[in-house]
């Protein structure tokens, strides 16, 4: 089992859906979590960033963590043609060896107009 | 503030020959990292720099190495490449090693 599992769609809603991108983990020392947008052709960017369980709102993007499942959601309310991209989740333990964000690979999002 | 450069932007290489992916950042990170997304298997950790003057392995080193000669900058070397290296390439930066990663915009390689 992949330490880090996320959906990688495609997922294709008209323009004003409710969007709900998930992943799931099996590492239970994960703290921190994070969330990336990527347009085609373009690096990464930082969307979403959260260390404690419950819910992150930012305009039209709510981050929500459930530890006790380890489940993390990405909602994205009135979606808009321009938040068609491919969306990462990412997250790190405090205490992890080495270095580095595990990333899920990726959903890939369609919003039409 | 720039952030992360990368360059070039794109390169179409020769199987066997060598190239250097240069990278800069102007944050005062101190982590810096590289990566490579191929389709299908997400972003994958080849090398990895905690601070100017150290280095360590990712999942899929090999084939690359790296040095990190300051603290802005993280050059990727292909000492000679393989039609497999043909991918896009990001770096990344981060205060520290478990912090929100920052990336540049990418370097589109094929190697033929």
């Known amino acids: 089992q992949k330490e880090v599992e996320q959906d990688p769609g495609p997922l294709s809603v008209p323009e004003g859906a409710i969007v709900s991108l998930n992943c799931t983990y099996s590492?239970?020392?994960?703290?921190?979590f994070m969330w990336y947008r990527q347009y085609s052709r373009k690096g990464p960017e930082l969307l979403m960033y959260t260390y404690s369980s419950g819910n992150k709102e930012d305009g039209r993007f709510t981050a929500q963590v459930d530890k006790s499942s380890k489940y993390i959601s990405l909602f994205i309310r009135d979606s808009q043609p321009s938040d068609s991209a491919t969306y990462l989740c990412?997250?790190?333990?405090?205490?992890?060896?080495?270095?580095?964000?595990?990333f899920g690979k990726g959903t890939t999002l369609s919003v039409s107009s | 503030t720039a952030g992360i450069t990368q360059a070039p932007t794109s390169q179409i290489l020769a199987a066997g020959r060598s190239m250097t992916l240069r990278c800069t950042q102007d944050m005062r990170h101190n982590a810096m990292y590289w990566y490579r997304q191929d389709l299908g298997l997400g972003l994958r950790l080849i090398h990895y720099s905690n601070t100017a003057g150290t280095t360590g392995k990712g999942e899929v080193p090999d084939g690359y190495s790296v040095s990190r000669a300051n603290t802005d900058d993280f050059p990727l070397t292909l000492a000679s490449a393989v039609p497999s290296q043909t991918s896009v390439y990001f770096c990344?930066?981060?205060?520290?090693?478990?912090?929100?990663?920052?990336f540049g915009p990418g370097t589109r390689l094929t190697v033929l």
């Open positions: 990344a930066s981060s205060f520290g090693p478990r912090d929100t990663q920052y």
């Open positions: 590492n239970s020392a994960f703290q921190y």
């Open positions: 990412a997250m790190s333990a405090w205490d992890q060896a080495g270095t580095a964000l595990i």
